[in-house]
């Protein structure tokens, strides 16, 4: 993937690209906000990265707002150190798409910038989600795995349909807790992997091969593969 | 001067030498000169009504009376004239001179060639015209001249009779009313002044209080409160809202300062623990595994100081209240249903069970994601807390019109009640918590959530006095 | 009825004019405060039925000494009260 970051931090920046190009993404660097603004309209990404911060007048939300004027709908993940809601509803406003709050670890970044640059797996519109033997209808609210149905709970649905819609994807708690629940605080207990661990005593257990898997430091991952 | 302090205004006396024209012109743009000359145009506005109100009745009156009259007089002598001509208007002239006992009416018949025929003037007044108007003129009497109120009519083929009244008692009279009304006008004046002058003076002494107190908090002195009387005026309604507001920006600085010694000081020891742990990894004869296993620590480390440092930030903006421009009206039950689910799921796993108390629906204006988050602490609290089979209920009940209670109870040990006094506080751990995870702020951000919904938060024993006591949490609200 | 208000300094003008007003045509004369008018009310009293009666017939009486003795215009006056009550009495 393109990926075109405008951060201003040198050792910042280089962690990211680092990171970002081991996963396998081209990444372009820009270190002020009007770089950032004359590369990302000039040639195409599959999703920017952007320090809320920037030096040289052109900070991220004017960036982003400028870009939108233009018609341009390249996906925009904020980074910032101002967590206050304000300030995210701001960048959301802006016309980001989504907005992590520095210190970040790097598995986030990474889990949210492909769920963002690649959009769901699965189209929207879709009336059944099916991955190796696990079938989901949205309509009928069931679950079937080789042919058994299953017993599920109503949010239990929603956390499978989430992993499901993001299959091969990695799916960081903190994304969870937001898509899921619509929560936005941090729960201090590990509720998270509780509810996953649920789920997986449903759908996994009994069955010849684990669906749900563990990204260590990261977060879940439904694919057919071990 | 420090923005958002009220100026006092500038009438007072400051024992300043200031330029007698500035002093002048500040003086001019006072408040306080402004209400008095208000109340003065006002008064001498109502007096000048009055006056004019009181000339209307008395001296318009008068007026009024006279003409009334010579329309009459003039009238009946018109139908004299069609009656009997010069010789019937003659004879009705002589009669009625002959009985006017006031002694003010005029007369004056003219034939064609300006002959008189009969009346008490002895010649046409000059200056009065011949056909039918009604003037004012001057007649002599005994030698002094005075002012006549005359009517003029043409009869017939050029006969000409002045009808009219002699007004010079009317004038004197008018002439001491308008002397008393210029007199009456000037005391009015006067006492406008003086009235202003004691307004203004009022005005001020009742600012006074408010105006010092700002004075001495905007020089420096935080402590300082505006004395209220016991008048319960607006002024002292005035004095109460500043006091209220330095009360508040007490409590804000105080925060602040809070906040600031909660990070100083513990943040520093989880901080001063990971750089002992890594460095401690630096020192030894370790292998790559156990300097791999130092650094995962280390990161761990970090990010639960993060999450602390997130948690300190978020407990402080619940306290300043900035989060209360994002409220919005929201159904509650829904909220704690769906929080009472997630823990659900960790209830389960501890043998513990969650049981729901809910009514159909309870309105509130609030923060959604604050709220949730605040039960969801309690209810945290509880399942740490409360043993295997135990349970935690959640309720919630609208007690009173302007009141919602949210109320986590547990079957726990419970807390002791100098424990329960001291749970608010910032990083305070009971001994029994100490070897749990968490931070110890989860209270902290509990009650300021509830401070912040205009509400408070309350501990008590569940069963008190029963073996195993319980806590119970009681979240209450304000309704908006 | 502002007029009104101004019917003092118009008096005082007036009254003041003839000063100003020289050569202009003398002022209009009450000729019912002399003497000859007081005999004339007299005359005009005498016929009538109640004019020897009281209280008309003193009050006649004090007019005309009143006329004589220089004070025409309460003489008048008198003769009017007496001409007016001799006719209430018929």
Redesign the interface.
């Known amino acids: 993937m393109r990926i075109l970051l405008v951060e201003d931090d040198a050792e910042v920046a280089r962690f990211v690209r680092k990171g970002l190009a081991e996963a396998g993404h081209n990444v372009e660097h820009a270190g002020n906000g009007r770089d950032g603004l004359f590369l990302a309209a000039s040639e195409p990404f599959d999703i920017l990265v952007l320090d809320r911060m920037l030096p040289g007048g052109v900070d991220g939300v004017r960036l982003v707002e400028t870009l939108r004027a233009q018609g341009n709908r390249t996906p925009v993940l904020f980074l910032s150190a101002l967590?206050?809601?304000?300030e995210r509803?701001k960048g959301l406003k802006a016309g980001g798409d989504d907005y992590l709050?520095k210190?970040f670890?790097f598995a986030e970044l990474l889990a949210r910038v492909e769920v963002l640059a690649r959009r769901p797996t699965m189209d929207a519109p879709a009336t059944r989600l099916r991955i190796a033997d696990l079938e989901m209808d949205l309509l009928a609210r069931s679950v079937t795995r080789a042919g058994k149905r299953i017993e599920i709970q109503p949010?239990e649905f929603r956390l499978l349909e989430h992993l499901l819609r993001h299959a091969g994807q990695v799916v960081t708690r903190t994304m969870l807790l937001e898509k899921v629940?619509d929560?936005?605080?941090?729960?201090?207990?590990n509720?998270i992997d509780?509810?996953v661990?649920?789920l997986r005593q449903k759908i996994d257990k009994g069955f010849d091969r684990p669906l749900i898997h563990t990204v260590r430091n990261a977060g879940y991952m439904i694919r057919a593969e071990a | 001067m420090p923005e958002g302090v009220v100026t006092p205004p500038p009438a007072f006396p400051r024992g300043e030498a200031v330029g007698r024209w500035e002093g002048m012109l500040r003086f001019m743009r006072s408040a306080g000169f402004r209400f008095a000359l208000l109340f003065a145009v006002i008064f001498i506005g109502a007096s000048a009504l009055f006056a004019l109100v009181l000339w209307y009745a008395t001296a318009g009156s008068l007026d009024r009376q006279t003409d009334a009259a010579v329309r009459t007089d003039a009238l009946g002598l018109i139908e004299r004239w069609r009656e009997g001509g010069p010789g019937a208007v003659s004879e009705a002239i002589a009669d009625r001179l002959a009985s006017d006992v006031e002694g003010t009416a005029i007369y004056l018949l003219l034939d064609a060639n300006d002959a008189r025929l009969a009346g008490n003037l002895d010649r046409w007044p000059p200056g009065l015209p011949p056909e039918a108007t009604w003037t004012f003129g001057t007649v002599q009497r005994e030698g002094a001249q005075i002012e006549a109120r005359l009517y003029a009519i043409e009869l017939g083929e050029r006969y000409s009779l002045v009808v009219g009244r002699d007004v010079a008692e009317k004038q004197k009279l008018r002439t001491l009313l308008a002397e008393g009304i210029a007199w009456a006008a000037v005391a009015a004046a006067a006492f406008a002044l003086l009235g202003a002058a004691v307004l203004r003076r009022a005005v001020e002494m009742r600012l006074r209080p408010a105006a010092l107190t700002a004075q001495a908090i905007a020089a420096g002195d935080l402590s300082r409160r505006v004395p209220i009387s016991q008048r319960a005026d607006e002024f002292d309604r005035l004095g109460g809202s500043m006091n209220d507001m330095l009360e508040r920006i007490d409590r804000l600085m105080a925060g602040v300062r809070g906040v600031s010694d909660s990070i100083a000081h513990d943040l520093r020891t989880p901080i001063a623990r990971a750089r002992a742990k890594l460095e401690e990894a630096l020192g030894e004869q370790t292998d790559a595994e156990t300097l791999r296993a130092a650094m995962e620590q280390g990161?761990a480390d970090?990010?639960h100081i993060?999450?602390v440092f997130?948690?300190l930030?978020?407990i402080a903006?619940a306290e300043a209240g900035?989060?209360r421009?994002?409220f919005a009206p929201l159904d509650l039950v829904p909220v704690l249903a769906?929080v009472a689910?997630?823990?659900g799921?960790?209830a389960?796993?501890g043998g513990q069970s969650i049981a729901v108390d809910l009514p159909v629906r309870l309105d509130v204006v609030g923060d959604r994601?604050?709220l949730?988050?605040a039960v969801?602490?309690l209810i945290?609290n509880a399942l740490?807390f409360t043993p295997s089979g135990g349970s935690v209920r959640i309720s919630a009940r609208a007690p009173a019109r302007e009141r919602i209670d949210i109320v986590v109870e547990d079957t726990g040990p419970g807390l002791s009640a100098t424990d329960r006094a001291r749970a608010g506080e910032r990083f305070f751990r009971a001994d029994a918590s100490r070897g749990t995870?968490?931070?110890g702020l989860?209270l902290s951000l509990v009650r300021a959530v509830a401070h912040l919904h205009g509400g408070d938060l309350f501990l008590e024993d569940a069963s008190p006095g029963a073996p195993v006591r319980g806590l119970r949490a009681t979240i209450r609200l304000g309704v908006a | 009825m502002v007029c009104d208000m101004l019917r003092l300094p118009i008096l005082a003008l007036v009254v003041a004019a003839p000063v100003f007003a020289t050569g202009a045509e003398p002022v209009a004369r009450v000729t019912t405060d002399s003497p000859d008018y007081c005999r004339e009310l007299a005359q005009r009293l005498a016929p009538m039925p109640g004019a020897r009666t009281e209280p008309a017939r003193s009050l006649a009486e004090d007019g005309l000494r009143l006329c004589e003795n220089g004070n025409p215009r309460s003489g008048v006056a008198r003769l009017r009260r007496a001409i007016r009550a001799a006719r209430l009495e018929h």
Do not use: C, M
């Open positions: 967590s206050a809601v304000d509803v709050v210190p670890a949010r629940w929560y936005h605080f941090d729960p201090q207990t509720v509780v509810h661990s649920r | 990161i970090l990010d993060t999450r997130g948690a930030l978020r903006e900035a989060r421009a994002a769906d689910e997630f823990y799921a960790v389960e796993t994601d604050l949730a988050q969801g602490n945290d740490k995870p968490g931070s989860g």
